[in-house]
């Protein structure tokens, strides 16, 4: 069975995305626009990501008008969406809209996956979810050097350093690369 990662870049004080829900502050970063091999999983099996982070990424690319540019960060990998709302899927795209819990949705995920990683792309909520439910195995994080007032939180969650284990750190170009390994909660 592959395993279930939350990858995402941040800023140093803990924003994933600013107060519009835009990652402009990201793509400013040198090598942000383009990252680095070793920056995220590229061979997950499987994306998953919330419906702002969705929307967010059909906004800025146009992808709706140009779906040729979903595949550029998607590939041919299947996506699920959490979302309560019906959204519009670019073309050829692999979509699958879902809604509930992420235990409810959990064998659709993994079956899609076929035994390959998953990727939680975003947000960080989702990801919390998915830590909250006890299946999140790492979090990799690419931490920008930058500063937001506000926005979308990293992790909104109270994580004790019980639970967390850091497997490596690295500077790839301007980020700092921080792999941390997520232990099950303990049962008695």
Not at 17 to 32: H, K, T
Request: aromatic residues 10%; charged residues 20%; negative net charge.
């Amino acid at each position: 069975m592959g395993r279930i990662i939350f990858d995402t870049a941040t800023t140093i004080n803990g924003w994933i995305a600013d107060e519009r829900n835009s990652l402009a502050w990201l793509f400013a970063v040198e090598g942000g626009e383009h990252p680095d091999d070793g920056l995220f999983p590229a061979a997950a099996a499987v994306l998953v990501e919330g419906s702002t982070t969705y929307e967010w990424l059909l906004a800025e690319q146009d992808v709706l008008a140009h779906p040729e540019k979903w595949a550029e960060f998607h590939g041919d990998r299947p996506t699920f969406v959490f979302t309560t709302r019906e959204l519009p899927t670019p073309d050829g795209a692999d979509v699958r809209f879902v809604s509930g819990s992420v235990v409810d949705a959990l064998p659709a995920i993994r079956d899609a996956a076929g035994g390959g990683d998953i990727w939680v792309v975003g947000g960080g909520d989702l990801a919390g979810q998915f830590f909250d439910a006890g299946v999140l195995d790492e979090i990799a994080l690419s931490v920008a050097p930058v500063a937001l007032v506000g926005g979308a939180p990293l992790f909104p969650r109270r994580v004790e350093s019980d639970r967390l284990r850091l497997e490596s750190a690295s500077a790839v170009g301007q980020f700092a690369r921080l792999i941390y390994s997520v232990k099950p909660v303990a049962t008695d």
